[in-house]
């Protein structure tokens, strides 16, 4: 995201920030080597990525691991790694 | 209370994605196991540390929480303050609706809690306040660039014990802080490891549901402090507990006993694997094979069999 | 309208009288001597369900800091109180409590700062918190001390301000000293301070999710840095208001700088807090003389008001500028400022620092003489212009 930056006078005082959670809108995906591929067809759906990936980046649509955030997810590879099916690999990242 | 991974997917994640923890940190991990374990109402405290720096660099915040950094030393004096607040508005009735019956809890690395803040930490215990402290132990000053702290194991290869020709890292055993906290006799303390996700959140959730002042030091790999794979902490977590260099301890009312792994070999239902299984694939202690160190690798073995002889008898074994 | 009752009590009882009244929400505080009795007094007013304040009695004043803070970010009104090792101990804490904003009010029984230790008076704690970003009010006496209090959670709450107010009496001489007080009715105080504002809010009252302490990189640390300096400019206007209000509504004048018997004087004596009552008293002994000499007391160093001072001083011929601290290898920090004050003027006085009282050693009206020979000999010759003296050393 392209950051506007503001002056002294229109931040809130105090540095504080008040929208919470606006980390969203910065991309960590850009640090990845290897990036997650997931096979839906291996997935069980056990959610073991879901609870280990330190990035919340573990796509879920209705129940269903439906594949990763790649805005965010910095290519840790712990999602395959805990894995049981091994239905997430990690693949050299295209640039 | 146990929790199912598909109750809890439905639920908001406390952190953000967009921090800029390490690729593999488990620290965010922990905090999702922490503050999902319960739905109060939570505000946090944070010391100055890798957790804290990452997760809010201005203009931008992953907490979805009330969340306040002041200092480095001060996260349990930090929570302290934000309880008596709670309790002082109360007082005068103006606490607002969506605040009631919630909860507090601090966080902090091992440089925060076991050694600078351990005076703060020690009088927020004996004063009693309404809160937890979670400790996220990574053995070391990692966000100032791996220096030792009083939680780096024997051995360990760090930018102020680096590995000589007079040295073979750090020389001295971990400080025992479980044990510290508990001599304030607070009513519930415990250790965790992350990969145990189950044992992390049922004692999360017992931690934040106790009255008084609760403890939680949760084992956290680092990555570069480590030198270890993105994707090691699992793995490293799982087996800093089958070594028993991290053992699963619960303490509630001054009643020790272990839980997770560390019960079932405790039981002789598992083997205690020997340490060099959690030692040789991390960088940190690479000269102690490389060097062929077998006398340190032994007075690591010895010291974690010694604090693993003296964590059982607290249980009753 | 005051209230037309006294009380008698020293400054640590007036400042927790006045705590009293104010009834803070959370109160965390360690003993230190001379503050020591603020406490105490307070503790018993915890003790007797005097006041609904939650009060924390953290293990250092690190910690009563920190508590503060996070009791203030946390959207409550929070009070300490400490001296001298006490406050060096704050002093991370300080400077974070002024850049989150926050309205704490902290009673300072101002205290040699060691070493060798040394627990008697001085103005050297405070000095050093200078720039902490803290506003300092000076107490000269007792009266003085409860009205400051009071005032500085206006001052501290405003809207255009939201920073911690430090109010100064000395270690002892004002602290340990009982004298006449006249303080308002709870009812009054009640009323005057009232309820938070709306713009102060925390932790715990937003209604969101806030997130306070951050990381502040190059990007927008200077830009805070704005904020408050901007916050600061507004201080001494906003105090004249307070202290204007103050008046209307219970006949009590303060000012900013306090002019005693300057109007037409030819000489001053510039100091704060308790020895300007020995230099009012030397003055009135000196009038009775004929001698043309005031006395001036800034209320108020942080923000330091310069461009006050400066219009006060410009007229008269000599000046002495009694400073209790010392600012070892420069100049001491009041009469610094008031030179750099003074600089926008073509014609100056004639003016002399005065470095006295360190560590509780007192200082006379026999002292204070030798101050105003001084003055006598300069303001037409010029002799010790610029000059430094140490009063009543050996």
Known sequence: ?????????????????????????????????????????????????????????????????????????????????????KAITMEKEEK | MAFLLKDLIKKQAPLASGHRMCAGCPAPVIVKQVLMSTDHPKVCTNATGCLEVATTIFPFTSWKVPWLHIAFENSAAAVSGVEAAYHGLANKGELPEDMKNAKFIAFGGDGGTYDIGIQALSGALERGHNMLYVCYDNEGYMNTGIQRSSATPIGANTTTTPVGSQSYGKR?????????????????????????????????QKAIETEGPAFLNYFSPCIPGWKIPADAWRKLSELAVK??????????????????????????????????????????????????KDDVLALIQADIDRSWDFYRKMAGY | MSSGRFIAVDGADTAAFAM???????????????????????????ANGE??????????????????VAAAAAGARAMTATAANGLALMWEILYIAASYRLPIIMGVANRALSGPINIHGDHSDA????????????????QEVYDNYIMALKIAEHKDVMLPVMVNQDGFITSHSVENVEPLTDEQVRDYIGKKPAHFKGLLTYGKPVTIGPLDLQDYYFEHKMQQHTAMQKVLPVIKEVQEDYFKKFNRKYEIIEKYKADDAEMVIVGMN?????????????????????????????????????????????????DRADSFGSFAPLYAETLAAMYKFEKRPYIRSYIHGLGGRDTTMELLGT????????????????????????
């Open chain 2, 172 to 204: 001295e055993i971990r400080k025992d802080l479980l044990s510290i906290v508990v001599a304030h006799h607070i009513p519930y303390a415990a250790t965790c490891a992350p990969h145990d996700w189950m044992d992390g959140m049922k004692k999360s």
């Open chain 3, 20 to 46: 009293k009244q104010i009834d803070p929400d959370v109160v965390a505080a360690y003993p230190i001597t001379p503050q020591t009795e603020i406490v105490m007094k307070f503790s018993e007013y915890v």
């Open chain 2, 243 to 292: 070594t028993c260099f991290w053992p699963l301890i619960e303490v509630e009312n001054g009643k020790w006993s272990l839980t997770g792994e560390s019960k079932r070999i405790a039981d002789g239902k598992a083997e205690k694997v020997p340490a060099v299984e959690f030692m040789k694939n991390q960088g940190r202690f690479k000269h102690l094979f490389t060097q062929k």
């Open chain 1, 1 to 85: 995201m392209k950051e506007q930056k503001k002056s002294w006078n229109e931040l809130p005082i105090g540095g504080s920030i008040l929208e919470a959670g606006n980390s969203k809108n910065y991309f960590t995906g850009t640090w990845r080597t290897f990036k997650p591929v997931h096979n839906a067809k291996l997935c069980i759906n056990c959610y073991f990525c879901w609870m280990h990936c330190p990035d919340d980046s573990i796509v879920i649509e209705n129940g269903k691991v439906t594949g990763m955030d790649l805005d965010h997810c910095k290519g840790c590879g712990v999602c395959a790694e805990v894995c049981p099916k």
């Open chain 3, 51 to 68: 006041v609904k304040t939650r009060y924390v009695t953290v293990e250092s004043e690190h910690s009563a800091m920190s508590a503060c």
């Open chain 3, 371 to 394: 101050v105003a020979n001084d003055l006598i000999k300069m303001k037409d010759s010029g002799e010790g212009h610029l000059s430094e003296a140490y009063l009543g050393v050996r």
């Open chain 3, 127 to 142: 000095m050093g918190a200078r720039d902490s970003g803290w506003v300092q009010l000076y107490s000269e006496n007792n």
């Open chain 3, 274 to 322: 308790s020895v300007m009552g020995t230099v009012k008293d030397l003055v009135d002994e000196l009038r009775e003389k004929g001698v043309k000499i005031g006395a001036i007391k800034p209320r108020v160093f942080r923000p330091f008001p310069k461009n006050e001072i400066a219009d006060i001083l410009k007229n008269f011929k000599a000046v002495a500028i009694l």
